[in-house]
């Protein structure tokens, strides 16, 4: 008899964990030791180091909070140790996630009868790469031989869509869980899944609902009672805990009921008295809080929506995942703001366990421990799509002993249900074969294998059967952000796109921009691997790095070598980078794999203080120049930093996550603020280059050779294409050509130093030493005087020697070593 | 700076298909390819392109249906591929050099293929002096 | 002066010492006393004899040498008088040379050897000494462009001992790859050649015909003899005996290569017509030595052509059209000549052939590139200049850092030099014009930093050269008198 096969596909979430199992036809849910769906993502380790994990640690949040910890997810890859006083163990987040999936396993093994060995396990879609690497890690801690990593969006597409009538069409799949928001569009064709974009935000979440709550308590308790709580200090940490617990029970039951009160008996001492909350609250009031948080989510999507093209009413499925998904307010703004109606019937709590699992057949994970059984037969390697969204698909074999007694000589398929058989394969010369089958569609399919020996006689094959599930299908998973690796210009190399699909390998040529001294250990080359989305190397996720000194090389590196840089991903995003030196023959491998910077608050609040200052020069300027459009955009993004600061107040008091959320929302203010500023010297630098084309090609035309003339047409329309796109560094190098092609012509004039020299005595505000540029430009004007242009010459070519250069590029390049 | 020629890596190429080819049949000659190479089965190790044959590796399969999924990138690979690779059998062409980036990956000054001078012999070819080191007792680099 | 003076005096005081104590041997302390005297004396003998009478020399290159033996050649090496201005870089080129000598590669002395050859200033032995390392160690090109760079360096006094050395390798490595006209070029060098080279630049004169008069029979012979190793070299001799003596030869452009295969016919449609002949450039491996000119004239010319047809536009729409994207087919069309014109350039450069020479091989009689050559041009351009900015920034860098070693000092220079020497050909006189200004700027400082401060004579000096070179080349008047003074410091 043949067993269907199990796929096993687990939902590890910040609040709640799910696992679902999938036998080709059926996703069916695991029930945990309550009889829910719903893990609790909570563990608490006791005095004894007894360990209790889901539904029953929950109970002690509130009376243990010390030894009980939850969302955990949020600070996997950061590399901080949980401490849990009562045992004195500190664990790592992975470890916490370990034992999480631990429970889920005994659990599978408990109502299926066996324990899995591979699984699919779901991971926000902005994850980098540290805390997909911690997932993976919590999996091997907890157990699985093998597992593979799919972002949360994808599997609740594979769900809905496995389930839904009709799937073609653009979707978008909505997930706004405890902690993060992820949103994607992806779309169906020919029973193909394909992810078109992805964008979210990591810290929005049910949690903000809650905390907006919690503010707002805050508020009245201050109102009511002269209490002053705050977030800030951390001798307030176990009220505050206490309230926010209260605050997201008051929110779920807000879903249902239109009123209810925030109750809490001794929340804490008032004066030398316990003090009671007893607030009530109507929904009303919630959605008002929550609304503002609601429309982020809804801007998020639509932002997504218009970088593909699409206007919102273009879609033809939108997907609800997550908890908050079932306020009906968000519903009704989301439906709203999009203007296209809900997919309903879909278990939004749940919708992602279901999806890993379907996924966990396309990529072929049975989850059955590999059984060592001996069928009788001629053993025949096959290999196929364990999911096909293909009706016909083929099937690849070779056989293992072609040369044994009575092996066959043809094979063919037939289907279970007797309805269909395949033609007769002959098998070659190297016994390989390919078989044809025809799929029952949005089923799995069981093929016995027929095969027969030269003498027409029937002949037995292992394994004897094969299952293949039709059904929507995703082939590779798709990587989430975008890697790259920075350059010493502050650049990216992009080597994957987001989106691109893994496993995934790549080489480029970088070049060293200085020299390395063989034996030197000052001497290194760096070349940091970014994540993120923006062209700016420094606004990216320094993710890891590769070093090289100058101990380890065989002979010196001249600037300029040759580095063949190779990044390597594999299907779970796994990182591995590889950097060859031809000229050397050398390679170099080890990569420091980097965690997750934690956010030390001092710092965070230093970075706050620069950004602040910097909006503050950006807002007295545009006034300045009355530039009403500016001072708008700097208005909100005034609103982001004082969202930040409430969270950097959080950070203060203690919570890691508040902190890591601020550390966030300061490098996209950062660089929204690089984007304004940008905005503002666009005019200045569009002028410059439309001055330096007008004075380079007056000198070009009354000095220049022909072929300079010519030269100088090409990168004048090079120029003006840069200036159309908005590009300012492609219009600095082509402006860089023309003010060259300008001087060469312009030094054939007998007075060309004594121009440059004026003009580089102009700036020498920014001379790295000013005293002695301001005597040069002395010495200068004495020459000039003199008319002694040999003198004048030597003079500007020292003062161009102290002007700026491009080192602060550099730094903010992660101090690449490339190019 | 990708070393490979477009022409060398082109995923219809890859994949052994006209430009014509369906979604479904590239899914299907991608899934196969796949499962053929898994197999270690020779017929599938190398694939013709107009500048001879190359190795084909499951890199290079995933990466060209990966493109070829995206209806733009698609379009532009069609383009490439208006010139049919030629038919795989009669091919004395130079042999299939396993480094996809082989036409670029040329040094002047590296010794010359291995398959030049057996092939090739110029008629008038300046003769070479590979003892000349030891000449001076200097060991050959 | 002080170093001859010195040994004689002591020699002196030694006998006189000798003959002061010899009378009152009696006790034991006196006998020590006299022993050491006595030692002392025929230690400082030995000393003159060997340094002052070229016996150092004569054991180094007739013993430690032949017999491989790297540390004794580098000690004796260093004393000999023949090293004299730069004991350091002679002695490391005698251990280089027993080094070749040994049939292993060791690391621990080539790692002793590094530490001899980081001796600053770097000076002509001690550049010939890093050629012949980098050559032991199988880096054939960064030895040659060493030892070439020697010879430069060498150009007033071409007769040090080093400069034959150098020399020599680079007669035996073109003799090695057959470049036959490298060798005429260095018969034609006022280099003092050993005999060794001497035979191989005669069987070049003889084989090529060109160069001094091509060398009769007998000359062959003789030089043949008086070369070394005559087994070896016996069928080179035969070799190039068969070769008819040419008196005068007008120089005969040389033949085209012979293509690579039989070019299948060319499809009739404009696009794959254009894909065919692109593949057929993609073919000529290696491109720089077996890519004809016309060739990629025809398909550059095919672009031009097809892009100015607008066909490809038409053939864009109808299939956006069918894949549902035709918001995007004027994208994708401009992707596509993107990627055209970047392997044109790729190409271009690989093949080190411009492309309006390609064109103009083509068809002489149309020139002028049309829209997708252009494209393809003006990539490379910025490609080469992006690298050339790149090059001179480094080379910038170098004077902030004091540690750099003398020759890594040098590999920067050189990169520079050749990546200009490449985008020249590439460029012209017009992009050499362009760079001139900011490339002269920063290795004239260089070359000054080099001289004044750390005093690598034999590296800065080819550097004023070059500069006033290239300054007479594209006409910078200012440039041309500096470097005029620079270089004539240099020869006083
Ligand atoms: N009925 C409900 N109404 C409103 N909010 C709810 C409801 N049920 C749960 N929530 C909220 O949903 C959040 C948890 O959602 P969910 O379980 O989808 O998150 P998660 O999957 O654990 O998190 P993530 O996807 O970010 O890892 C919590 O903030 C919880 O308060
Ligand atoms: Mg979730």
Redo the contacts with the bound molecule.
Sequence with gaps: MITAPRYVGI???????TAAVFDGDRVTLVRNAQGGH?TP?IVRIDARGGLTIGARARRYLESDPENTRSEF?RLMGTGQELLFPASGRRLRPQELSAELLRALRADIEEQFGFVPDHAVISV?ALFELPQSDATAEAARLAGFQRIELIQ?PIASALAAGWTAEESAGAWLVY????????VSLLETRDGLLRVIGHDGDNFL???D??WALVEWALGKIKEQSGLDLSRADPAHAPALRKLKLAA?EA??E???AERTTLSIPALTLHQGAPYDLDLPIDRATLERLCAPIIDRSVEVCRRLLAAHGLAPGGLDHVVM???????PLVRQRVSAGLGVALSDGLD??TL?AQGAAIYAATAGLDARPSASDVQPGHRVWLHYPAMSSDLTPHVVGRLVEPKAPGAPTQLRLRRGDDLWEGPWADIDAEASFILSTSLLARRANVFRIEARAADGKPVEVSPPAITIVQGLTIHDPPLSRTIGVALANDQVRVYFERGAPLPARRTFTLYTVAGVIRGSEDDALKIPIVQGEYDEAHFCRLVGALVITGKDLKDSLPSGSEIEMTLELDRGGRLSARALIPALAQVFEDVAQLLVPLADPEVLAATFDVVRGRIAGLRADAFRRGAIAQLDRLSAVQADLDAAHVDLEAARGGDADAAQKARRALLEIDADLEQLELDRRWPELDREARESTIWASSWVSELGLPHEQRLLDETMKALDKARQERDPLELQRQLRLVSRLGNTASLRHPEAWSRRFESAASEISGATDLVKAQALVKEGREALARGDQGALRAVTQKLWQLLPSDVERRRLGYDSGVR | MSTSPHQAIQPFYVLGLAPAATRAELEREAQKLLGMLELGLSSAASYATPLGPRQRTPELIRQAIAELRIPERRLLHELWAALPAPAPQPQPQPAADPSPGAPYRDHPAAPPPPHTPQTAPAPEAAPTFPGAFELFAWRRP | MTRCAAPALLLLLALVAHDAAAPQINGRADLVVAILFTLFLWAATLYTLLVQGGLTWTLTRWFAVPLGLPITAYHLGRHAARWRHDPHGGGALMAVLALHRRPEREPAVAERLQTWLAANPLKTAGLVANGLRYALHGERDLARDLLQAALTAEADRPSTLAATYAADWLCADAAARGAWDELIDLGARPIATSRGAAFLIAVARRLLGRGAPSPTDAGLRLAWWLAPRHSLTRPLLLRALAQPRVLHRSPAPPPPPPPPHEDPPLPQDPLPRALALHARVLLAAPLALRLQPARLGDACRAWDDLHRSGLIHQLTAERALHLGVSARAEAVQDAFFAEVAADLAAISERAALPLPQALAAADPAEPTPGAITERAIAQLRSRLLTELEAAIDALDACAARPALPALDAWREWERLRQLHHRAAALGGTALRQLVFPGLHRSACNFAVWLWNERKEHAIAAPIFRWLLAEAEHVGDEAAITLQRKNVGVKAS
């Design positions: 939902d590890l979430g910040t609040t709640n964990s719903l993502s997810k926000p949360e997930d706004l869980g405890g902690g993060t928001f992820d979440g049910g949690r609902f809650d997201e929110k779920i807000l879903t249902r995942v997550g908890g908050p998904s079932v306020t939004p709590m992602v």
